[in-house]
């Protein structure tokens, strides 16, 4: 048996996946989320620090290392200005269903 102290960590997700993940439920209630682009360009430069030191070839800007990961999402995106919106193609707002309840029915 291994000591302690020699057991490999179970690998982190990285804070570009983080937000991807973060953003997945709000685009599937909402269809669209539009959050400062800060945080995303962030993390999309810490992952191409990441990838470089394996000898990947990198695009040269973290938004075109950013694009192809959002887009095998299957989301469109936009920067408008200091923002990243993203889309959710095809997102339709569900229908508002009315449920009736029976007066009395719980006491």
């Known amino acids: 048996m291994r000591p302690h102290s020699k057991r490999r960590p179970f690998p ?3 804070a570009l996946q983080g937000l991807i993940e ?16 800060v945080p ?4 999309a430069r810490l992952s191409m620090a990441i990838a470089s030191g394996g000898g990947w070839q990198l695009p040269a800007t973290p ?17 408008e200005g200091a923002d990243l919106v993203l889309t ?4 339709v707002k569900p229908p508002v269903r009315l449920v009736a309840i029976q007066p009395r029915l719980i006491e």
């Open 12 to 14: 982190q997700p990285s």
């Open 40 to 43: 995303w360009i962030e993390a």
């Open 63 to 79: 938004q075109e290392f950013l694009e192809p990961m959002l887009a095998y999402k299957g989301w469109e995106w936009t920067w």
């Open 88 to 91: 959710l193609p095809g997102w």
């Open 22 to 37: 973060a953003a997945a439920p709000v685009l599937a209630a909402q269809g669209v989320q539009r959050s400062s682009a």
